[in-house]
């Protein structure tokens, strides 16, 4: 079963939309695993964006991600990378579309509420970012033979 990373992050907090963004990914029919409340430090904001370093945007994406609290989350299901990234919609708010995260939300393209995994192999990097094996509880859920 796929396994992504999902961050919101400080705006969502800031803007008190966790709960309503928390509810679309449990509503899909994927499984909470992982989850807490993070002020990330330099280091992991680095890490975690390291592949965008150099870019003209990466100082002001780092001086956001750890501007406040961000809740991080491991959410687990059939396709679960893919299927997160469809809720969450394009990077750029104005040009995602209604229905999606990004695309209901905001108009921004760095403050766009949410970071999901992009690939199986960079979401086994983040959660190892993010979370401490410990700290993601395997569960069966009670309608797992009906979501899938
Ligand atoms: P993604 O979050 O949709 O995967 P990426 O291209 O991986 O988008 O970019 C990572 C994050 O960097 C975005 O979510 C957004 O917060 C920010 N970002 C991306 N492109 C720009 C830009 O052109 N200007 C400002 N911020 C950007
Ligand atoms: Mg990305």
Redesign the pocket.
Known sequence: MQQTLILL?PDAVQRRLVGEVIGRFEKKGLRLVGLKLVKPSRDLAEKH?A??KG???YE??LS?LTSGPTVAMVWEGREAVAACRLL?G??DGAKSPPGTIRGDFGLS????LV??S?STENASIEIGLWFKPEELVAFTPTDATWVG
């Open positions: 992050k964006y592949v965008h870019k003209p945007f002001s994406l956001f969450m394009l990077t393209v760095q403050n766009n970071h999901g992009d």
